[in-house]
């Protein structure tokens, strides 16, 4: 599959759930979220729940009540119109709450993220007058002329182990990223983090694909590498045969149907051909 059509999108948003997955239980992800009318939507809305503490993740110290979200692949730009257009986005949020000033502009934060800095974009700011501070490795904050307080983060420059999920969304990987993110994948226990990186690393290897033929061309790391992705792979198989299952039982109950008979014939038919229980297969019906 052409690089072109990776799925760029859900991938960060599973990664922004295994970024924050030691504060998970104080937010609430809510992806492309609509602004009144379906083509104006913010990529990733994260609401802090009350009263939950501190947020570690240093992405996560801005944060304040609703957090806004935009995501930019390595394909995208991030110019000065993108920018306000992301500034744009929280505003539209801020005016569509239930009451006048029902969310309030304090409440509100924005934040970028792509793979590499914004070179285009900072010189913008310098020109003008902005100031930019920089707490964190690859978090900047933008100090002036915006209605929210924003940042946007260089993933490539982000510092520790903790960012490997972000990090990872690059169409130019370094072969040690790569291992380190199997590694990290391999280790997961929790099924939503597995589902959350299996998003993660589909996207990943289809965009690094010359980074596998290199580390298959490894004998040594050839066979961790094996080892590394068969519990992966042997997850996305069950699945995909669970889902052909599931796809040929509806196809089955559709066909029949449409040939007039009924559900008690149907139920016989698929308990038959596909070894259902009755309980199993009344949920196709």
């Known amino acids: 599959m052409k690089k072109t059509n990776i799925q760029w999108h859900p991938a960060f948003v599973s990664a922004m759930q295994l970024e924050f997955r030691e504060d998970r239980e104080k937010l609430f992800f809510e992806k492309e979220h609509n602004l009144n009318t379906k083509p104006l939507q913010i990529d990733l809305l994260v609401i802090r729940k009350e009263d939950t503490g501190s947020i570690g993740n240093e992405i996560g110290k801005i944060f304040r009540k609703y957090n806004v979200i935009e995501y930019k692949s390595p394909k995208q730009q991030l110019d000065i119109d993108v920018f306000y257009k992301s500034e744009a986005y929280a505003g539209l949020y801020k005016s569509y709450g239930e009451t006048v000033d029902g969310r309030k502009a304090e409440d509100i934060t924005v934040s970028i993220i792509r793979n590499e800095k914004p070179e285009g974009l900072f010189r913008y700011f310098k020109e003008h007058g ?47 990223d790569m291992c380190r993110l199997l590694m990290d994948a391999s280790r997961l226990e929790e099924k939503l983090d597995k589902e959350f990186a299996d998003s993660v690393l589909e996207v990943c290897l289809r965009a690094n694909e010359q980074v596998i033929e290199k580390l298959k061309g490894d004998e040594a790391m050839s066979e961790a590498l094996l080892e ?53 297969v009344n949920a196709y019906l």
Do not use: C
């Not at 964190?136 to 983060?153: A, C, L, R, S, W």
């Not at 993933?155 to 040690?176: F, P, V």
């Open 130 to 176: 902005i100031r930019i501070g920089n707490p964190y490795g690859g978090i900047y904050y933008i100090m002036d002329k915006v209605p929210f307080p924003t940042q946007v983060i260089a993933t490539k420059e982000l510092g520790g182990k903790q960012h490997t999920w972000l990090k990872s969304l690059t169409d130019k990987m370094l072969e040690e």
């Open 228 to 280: 590394i992705m068969e519990p992966i792979l042997v997850e996305r198989e069950i699945k995909a045969r669970k889902e052909e299952k599931e796809e040929g039982i509806k196809g089955a109950v559709f066909l029949l149907r449409s040939f007039g008979h009924d559900d008690d014939a149907i139920k016989t038919a698929v308990m038959k051909q596909y070894n259902l229980s009755e309980e199993e």
